[in-house]
């Protein structure tokens, strides 16, 4: 199994562990955030301006995420 799908199947299982907890989903995306900060920082190389790029490139990707799975967390929720 690759590194990538490792991380899904933890991230996964996170978030139905705290699926319910409002401060155990907070703790993970904080988790997730530093994680996404240590490799950017790492890609950037010491470039204040690749992590600049960098950093509004994930939060882009990160909303169009976010955006695309609300209807499907709306229904597994019943709201939809």
Do not use: H, W, Y
């Not at 319910?20 to 989903?25: E, H, I, R, S, W």
């Not at 994680?35 to 790029?53: C, F, H, K, Q, T």
């Not at 939060?59 to 709201?79: D, E, H, K, T, Y």
């Amino acid at each position: 199994m690759s590194t990538l799908l490792d991380l899904d199947t933890l991230i996964a299982n996170k978030i139905a562990d705290a699926r319910d907890q409002p401060a155990g989903l907070q703790d993970l995306v904080a988790c997730l955030v530093a994680g996404i900060g240590l490799a950017v920082a790492v890609s950037a190389d010491g470039s204040a301006r690749a992590a600049n790029d960098l950093c509004e490139a994930a939060s882009i990707n990160i909303f169009v995420m976010a955006a695309s799975q609300a209807p499907l967390v709306a229904m597994a929720r019943g709201r939809a």
